[in-house]
């Protein structure tokens, strides 16, 4: 096999396993009740754990006005709650709720368990080679979203 043929290979292989992660959010954004941007959200408070609304913002890509309205669908679902920071009573944090744990851990921990375990089949070598692809292609994601984020949208019809 040509080395373009394996760069083809892995490029598909890529394609393939960002569509069945984009079907299991689609699937858990169901499950919990929620939208996808609020999944998107979720996701970063799992993550990194409580954050200012203006953080959370910045991490999801969303504008402050935006993420307000997240965080107030977020608490009606009984997912995240905002809570006064014990040190700067000044801040508020957003956290999840231990249901949103409880939900997540139920989602995703089975496909993390199933990941770590072929994980486990790997050499040390190979597991360094995978994370540099990885760190490579979100680099390259986070570089392609900052980009379309700033070009001008096509006009519409």
Not at 30 to 41: K, M, Y
Not at 46 to 53: E, L, P
Not at 93 to 105: C, K, P
Not at 112 to 129: I, K
């Amino acid at each position: 096999m040509s080395k373009q043929s394996r760069i083809d290979t892995v490029t598909r292989a890529v394609q393939d396993l960002q569509d069945a992660t984009d079907l299991i959010d689609e699937l858990a954004a169901r499950h919990l009740g929620i939208n996808r941007t609020d999944l998107r959200c979720l996701s970063r408070l799992s993550a990194r754990g409580a954050m200012t609304a203006s953080d959370l913002a910045a991490a999801a890509g969303l504008t402050g006005g935006a993420m307000t309205t997240v965080i107030d669908r977020l608490e009606r679902a009984g997912l995240a709650r905002r809570v006064r920071d014990s040190v700067d009573r000044r801040r508020v944090l957003v956290h999840l709720t231990e249901r949103a744990e409880r939900l997540s851990a139920q989602i995703w921990g089975p496909i993390v368990v199933d990941a770590q375990a072929a994980l486990g089949g790997f050499s040390a070598a190979e597991l360094d080679l995978i994370e540099r692809f990885l760190t490579m292609a979100l680099r390259n994601q986070q570089r392609h979203a900052d980009r379309l984020r700033t070009e001008p949208h096509p006009p519409s019809r």
